[in-house]
């Protein structure tokens, strides 16, 4: 992998506090009832660090009001990131339950799967910038030591997905679950175009791709 320009730096740290709004609206509609809330992932407002985003965490009250108001805003983009956090934990849970034990977050951000997911038997392979992922690995080492995490720093426009997941020990002979959610719309079409190249060469029969609302 080649060394980090300055604008690639940039859009690193563009790129972490993205991951980090997208996880304080994860936390805050676990904050919600739970007969209200789409999704349970309490453990996203770890990697909350802003003051204003915190804020809104302090208080079930604040957060509801806080995604609300986004929702007005934004057109319903809260709930649309909550129903496809939704769906990738349905996805995982069919999977691990059918027996695939390999799962690829691709541009993992935030996710929490790797502290969520009951499963010891399934490794996760984190894929990311190099920015994000160092902000995110001493959390999840501390709070979920004994998962089988394996972070692979990747750049999607200029490395091979397929060269970064074999270098970090993924296994191509095993079904695997692979979750692209909420990274498509960022990318030239080329990068999309390589990366599912790379999935289709390395994955094995049974093989689940799932790219929830793109």
Known sequence: MTAPTATHRRLDRTASLTAQVNAAQRAAESLRPPSRRLIDDPQSRHFVEHPA??????HPLAADAALRVFDRMWGGLHAHIALRVRYADDA????TTAGVDQLVLLGAGFDTSSLRLTDQGLTVFEIDAPATQAQKRPLVERLAPARRTVWVPCD???DRLRDRLLEGGFDPARPSLIIWLG???YLTRDAIDATLSDLAQLCAPGSRLDIPGA
């Open 156 to 158: 999607f426009e200029r």
């Open 183 to 185: 990274v498509t719309m």
């Open 92 to 95: 995982c849970a069919a999977a």
């Open 53 to 58: 985003l915190r804020a809104v965490l302090s």
